[in-house]
């Protein structure tokens, strides 16, 4: 009698450990199916930002990052990625400098410097499906002047642009 009730038992754990194994495997296959990133949140709130123009802020449920989007559609987040591996160079020995623009796939992602009203671009490369460019660049052959210079990646698809973090790159004689 207690041999059955223990077989009993045994067959019933076995059961329950079978059901939990398919719990976890179906909610693997969903989240592999369906990703939290590609839901996007109905949760909007309307921001003013300081020169007056219209913003709104939307807060993704998949990891409550917070992203400025304009009013027409919808946002291109700004690219990522080390924009320089030297913060100091030479006009007449500085080595090649290397920028890293990290954003969204097959989008045109270009080089921007400006010290005071002058711009200087590099020349803007698509990032392909890897959503990745490496810009190798002398900063003597694109013009750059002594003095500090601000560094930007800014990507750009389908008329919508979005700018990077600030590096700032000293440029002596």
Not at 102 to 123: D, E, G
């Amino acid at each position: 009698m207690k041999n059955k009730k223990t077989k009993k038992n045994n067959l019933y754990y076995l059961k329950l450990i079978l059901l939990i194994v398919f719990l976890i495997i179906l909610t693997y296959l969903s989240f592999k199916i369906f990703r939290p990133s590609d839901i996007t949140s109905t949760k909007s709130k309307r921001v003013v930002s300081s020169n007056n123009s219209k913003q709104y802020s939307s807060t993704s449920n998949s990891n409550n990052q917070t992203q400025s989007i304009n009013s027409q559609s919808p946002p291109i987040q700004p690219p990522s990625g080390q924009l320089l591996n030297i913060q100091v160079v030479s006009l007449t020995s500085g080595p090649s400098l290397e920028s890293i623009c990290q954003t969204i796939t097959n989008a045109t992602c270009n080089i921007r410097m400006t010290q005071a009203s002058v711009i200087k671009n590099l020349i803007a490369q698509n990032t392909g499906n890897s959503g990745i460019v490496i810009f190798e660049w002398n900063a003597a052959s694109i013009g750059l002047t002594p003095g500090q210079w601000t560094i930007e990646a800014v990507v750009t698809q389908n008329s919508k642009s979005a700018v990077s973090h600030k590096e700032f790159l000293e440029v002596t004689k």
